[in-house]
C-alpha cells in the first residue's frame, strides 16, 4: 500500500488546566533537519515557558518516530502527543506542545490528560490529506530517444523533477511507489530496442 495520510497546512489548539496553559502546534515535515529547526524556533520563542515537549513521525510506512518529554515525568508528554499522531494514523507530522505552568502540580494523569488533549486539539484544527509514496527515478538516454522517453512520461504521468538535456540527456521523475518498476521497465526497454546496453 503506497498510500498515507498527513497534515497539508499548520493547525493550533490550546488547553488550560489549574492556571497551566497547553499550546499545541501542528507541522508538515519531511527531514529530522527540518524538525529541528522548527523546535529550535519555539525554544527561542517561547523561551520563558516551563517546557515544550515535542513528537514526531515520518515516512509513509511510518516507521522513523521519537518523542520528548522536555523535563516532564517519563511518558507524560511526548507519549500523549505521539499518541495523538497514531489515533489519526497521520505521518510526516510533528507536533510541539508549550506549556506554562500554573504553580499548581497536575499529576501524571493530568498531564497526560493535558498533553493529549492539546495535541488532539490541533490535529482538529489541521487540513487532513491523502498523499502516495513517491520514487524517484533517474534516467540517463542519448539525445535520439528523446521522443521515445517522452511518450512513456506522457503515457504514465510522472512528476518531472530536473531535466538535462544535451548531447547525453538526464531525467529525474517521481512516481508512486507501486508504479516505479513499471515506469523502470519501460524507460531501460527503449534503450534495449535501441541496442543500447544497460550495464556499465
Given at each position: ?9 499548520e493547525g493550533q489548539g490550546t488547553y488550560t488546566e489549574k492556571r497551566s496553559k497547553f499550546l499545541a502546534f501542528c ?25 515544550v515537549c515535542w513528537a514526531y513521525m515520518l515516512g509513509y510506512e511510518r516507521k522513523e518516530f521519537r518523542m520528548n ?55 482538529t484544527n489541521c487540513t487532513i490529506v491523502e498523499r502516495h509514496a513517491e520514487e524517484t527515478i533517474s534516467f540517463d ?60
Amino acid at each position: 500500500m503506497d498510500t498515507f495520510w498527513t497534515i497539508s497546512k499548520e493547525g493550533q489548539g490550546t488547553y488550560t488546566e489549574k492556571r497551566s496553559k497547553f499550546l499545541a502546534f501542528c507541522h508538515h515535515v519531511t527531514t529530522v533537519e527540518e524538525i529541528k529547526e522548527i523546535i529550535d524556533r519555539y525554544k527561542k520563542e517561547y523561551y520563558d515557558a516551563r517546557h515544550v515537549c515535542w513528537a514526531y513521525m515520518l515516512g509513509y510506512e511510518r516507521k522513523e518516530f521519537r518523542m520528548n518529554d522536555d523535563g516532564e515525568p517519563s511518558s507524560t508528554a511526548g507519549k500523549p502527543i505521539l499518541g495523538q499522531i497514531n489515533s489519526n494514523n497521520l505521518t510526516d507530522i510533528l507536533i510541539v506542545v508549550v506549556r506554562y505552568y500554573g504553580g499548581v502540580n497536575l499529576g501524571t494523569g493530568g498531564l497526560i490528560v493535558a498533553y493529549r488533549t492539546a495535541a488532539a486539539e490541533a490535529i482538529t484544527n489541521c487540513t487532513i490529506v491523502e498523499r502516495h509514496a513517491e520514487e524517484t527515478i533517474s534516467f540517463d538516454f542519448e539525445y535520439i530517444m528523446m521522443n521515445d522517453v517522452m511518450k512513456v512520461i506522457k503515457d504514465m504521468s510522472p512528476r518531472i523533477i530536473s531535466q538535462d538535456f544535451g548531447n547525453s540527456c538526464n531525467i529525474q521523475l517521481a512516481i508512486r511507489k507501486d508504479e516505479a518498476p513499471l515506469l523502470r521497465n519501460k524507460l531501460e526497454s527503449l534503450k534495449i530496442k535501441r541496442g543500447y546496453t544497460t550495464t556499465e
